[in-house]
């Protein structure tokens, strides 16, 4: 599970910073249905209203597109 993770993007003066408190066990016997479920919802729903994603194998990105990293927060 995830412990102690934090994802973090820097821009300029912008600093963004999220603790990361969920996830799936590596290797566990339901991991890959459980990603599968909620990566393939997700993935859909952002496609869905113009965000570009995609998911490979056990990674998922988001990419969106702004003049700063406060526009890009702003966006969601």
Request: aromatic residues 10%.
């Amino acid at each position: 599970m995830l412990s102690s993770r934090i994802a973090r993007a820097n821009s300029g003066e912008m600093n963004l910073e999220v603790h990361l408190l969920r996830g799936f066990p590596q290797g566990g016997v339901l991991s890959a249905l459980m990603w599968i479920l909620v990566a393939d919802g997700l993935l859909y729903s952002l496609n869905s209203v113009r965000y570009f994603a995609q998911g490979f194998a056990d990674d998922f990105l988001a990419l969106v597109i702004g003049k700063d990293l406060r526009t890009v927060c702003e966006v969601g």
